[in-house]
């Protein structure tokens, strides 16, 4: 007796074939959103900015701990607001070949992948002309194309945050356990990045909003099982983000403190602070706003529920969050970074709403090739419009820190072998460029000195850099009158009455989007 064996034939080329050119013409708008995206972030070009040369030097140094044992020199966990060995030591393994271009393009994938992400999260939400929309107005925002070419640990925090939000609303549909997936990258973005946990609750929240009443799900269970979920996926995050501060040690429990739970607050104007997130996202809120009427408008069965409604004001919402918390500090420093992190929830609503205003989601099936051709041209028109607008804003802001290649060509034949004292105004620069040809503590700064003299008195800040200088005890002195001017002023007067112990080598200019920035080199007589 025998038994028949079914067997699977494969499909045929042809089909097969089909299948992937429909799939490549399905995301042929993305495709077209993120080389639009690549090709706006690459018109910005600069030197290292002190925060991206810091980032990536700390990384060598907090790498060349981990591998062989060599002290950093410095306490990084004490005031980074990231972890130092997560970013940082990811930058140092790609800065070791590719260098800082390196560095920035694992930065740009980061933020195409967001891209990507946001174009998923609101196709799910809200349907494809929705996510051809979202996916434009995110690429082209000016935060967006600022972090895709900085190396700093915020374009990542931005794509796992963006890939945890893409999970809480895939696994809507699904087992509520699913909703655990997305713990693991929200506790790696509160780690990368401290101020990322600013937004842990959205995802929460969305989590327990995006369960939609199907037949599957009666509607009476819709609010009880998104319960259920919020609550694993809080507890879950809570319980990571608790485990790794406990096993991280008390350095940088201190730096979260420092750096974002009780960071100083500033004198800066609330109205300043509003006039700079309207200039950097006010567009995409406003969008996001007309997206959550044009929901609670819609009339679907669904619609008619008040979760769509509360979950597009909660993505909405979240563009605030940035400036509410930087109003409340007083301060603007970093602002336009973290309006980034708020637009990526906003996204998908405001391109439900610019997709609604333009009724193209009325398109139904009989429409669908007239919806293909009308979706790429508006969000074509949409990204000339607002990649113009970004330009405009986001250019300024990346020249907004000196060419410093001049002050470091300079520099280079000037350091010695052996124990040096170099005093640099923004050391974090030429200590990044000049690598292993100085040794981490040869470093000193003019934000924090204190010195022994020759009597054995310990002295700290300007009498400290006098006496220093009276003493012949640094090497060479790098002044840009930046962040502390006030103080440069004071060690320029005491260089050039130190009789002769000094001489002016160099005055480097150094350009920026707002004038010419010089770099004053003093070297010792």
Not at 13 to 27: E, G, V, Y
Not at 109 to 131: C, D, E, I, N, Q
Not at 188 to 214: F, I, Q
Not at 260 to 276: F, H, M
Request: with cysteine; aromatic share 10%.
């Amino acid at each position: 007796m025998t038994t028949a064996v079914e067997t699977r034939v494969p499909a045929p080329a042809p089909a097969r074939t089909s299948r992937i050119k429909l799939a490549l013409i399905d995301r042929l708008p993305l495709l077209l959103i993120l080389l639009l995206q690549v090709f706006l972030a690459y018109q910005l070009a600069n030197t290292a900015f002190e925060d991206e040369a810091l980032y990536v030097y700390a990384g060598h140094r907090e790498l060349d701990f981990l591998l062989h044992g060599t002290p950093t020199y410095d306490t990084y966990a004490s005031y980074f607001s990231g972890a130092p060995f997560l970013y940082p030591v990811a930058a140092a393994v790609v800065d070791t070949p590719f260098g800082l271009e390196g560095v920035r393009a694992l930065s740009l994938l980061a933020m195409l992948g967001a891209t990507a992400f946001v174009w998923m999260t609101a196709r799910r939400l809200y349907g494809k002309p929705a996510a051809v929309v979202a996916a434009g107005l995110f690429a082209v925002a000016a935060p967006t194309l600022f972090l895709s070419r900085l190396a700093t640990y915020d374009a990542p925090a931005v794509l796992l945050l963006a890939l945890a939000l893409w999970i809480a609303v895939r696994t809507a549909r699904g087992p509520v356990a699913l909703v655990l997936l997305a713990a693991p990258p929200l506790a790696l973005a509160a780690g990368v990045k401290y101020a990322s946990t600013l937004y842990l609750p959205t995802v929460v929240v969305v989590a327990v909003l995006a369960v939609p009443a199907t037949a599957a799900v009666i509607r009476r269970r819709v609010w009880l099982r998104g319960a259920v979920r919020g609550l694993l996926l809080g507890g879950a995050v809570a319980g990571l983000i608790a485990l790794g501060l406990d096993l991280a040690g008390p350095q940088l429990r201190a730096g979260l403190s420092q750096t974002t739970v009780n960071r100083a607050a500033g004198a800066e104007p609330v109205s300043n602070i509003l006039r700079l997130s309207a200039v950097w996202g006010g567009w995409v809120f406003v969008l996001g706003a007309i997206g959550c009427v044009y929901v609670a408008r819609r009339r679907t069965p669904e619609a008619r529920r008040p979760g769509p409604v509360l979950l597009a004001a909660a993505l909405t919402g979240t563009a605030l969050l940035a400036t509410a918390y930087q109003a409340h500090l007083g301060t603007s420093v970093s602002l336009h970074k973290h309006i980034g992190f708020g637009l990526l929830f906003a996204a998908p609503v405001a391109g439900a709403g610019l997709a609604g205003l333009a009724r193209l989601d009325r398109l139904g099936t009989a429409g669908l090739r007239p919806a293909l051709r009308a979706v790429p041209g508006l969000a074509l028109g949409v990204c000339v419009l607002l990649a113009f607008y970004a330009n405009h804003v986001v250019g300024p802001m990346y020249e907004g820190w000196p060419d410093s290649s001049g002050m470091v060509a300079a520099l280079r034949p000037l350091v010695q072998q052996g124990p040096q004292h170099y005093l640099v105004e923004e050391n974090e620069i030429p200590r990044y460029y000049l690598g292993d040809q100085v040794q981490p503590y040869e470093w000193l700064t003019t934000y924090f000195f204190q010195y022994t003299d020759k009597t054995g008195k310990s002295l700290v800040g300007l009498p400290a850099y006098q006496a220093a200088i009276n003493d012949r005890y640094f090497d060479l002195v790098v002044l840009d009158f930046g962040p502390t001017a006030p103080v440069d002023a004071q060690i320029t007067t005491a260089l050039k009455g130190s009789g002769g112990g000094y001489h002016l080598v160099a005055k480097v200019p150094g350009k920026t989007s707002h004038g010419v920035q010089y770099y004053s080199i003093w070297q010792r007589s």
